[in-house]
């Protein structure tokens, strides 16, 4: 399985990103996948997550209202939209998946991204 996530880059506070994640080499149908994130000196927290083949979404409380998930069954693609951005949203942010949902904690991810570093300047 491999995830290929893009889209990070250096954002102005109160500016938007969308981050896109592909994913490959299984059929994801029933997985759970999402967002988790990696600010400097702490430790990995999640974002959101959905399922691949839809239903309910779940945020964090620091994102809610904020940051969408979306995904392309088609071509096997999801993406986090992040609006509204603030300094303390920056960090490296890991697309995600496995056979639970929601993959509110890390040790429930069986796959994970190289991350893309997104940094919000205030």
């Known amino acids: 399985v491999q995830l290929q996530a893009s889209g990070g880059g250096l954002v102005q506070a109160g500016g938007s990103l969308r981050l896109s994640c592909a994913a490959s080499?299984?059929?994801?149908?029933?997985?759970?996948m999402g967002w988790f994130r990696q600010a400097p000196g702490k430790e990995r927290e999640f974002v959101g997550g959905?399922?691949?083949?839809?239903?309910?979404?779940y945020y964090s409380d620091s994102v809610k209202g904020r940051f969408t998930i979306s995904r392309d069954n088609t071509k096997n693609l999801v993406y986090l939209q992040m609006n509204s951005l603030k300094p303390e949203d920056t960090a490296v942010y890991y697309c995600?998946?496995?056979?639970?949902?929601?993959?509110?904690?890390?040790?429930?991810?069986?796959?994970w991204g190289q991350g893309t570093q997104v940094t919000v300047s205030s």
């Open positions: 959905t399922k691949w083949s839809g239903g309910s979404t």
């Open positions: 995600v998946t496995g056979s639970s949902h929601p993959l509110i904690q890390s040790t429930l991810v069986r796959y």
């Open positions: 080499g299984r059929a994801f149908s029933g997985y759970g």
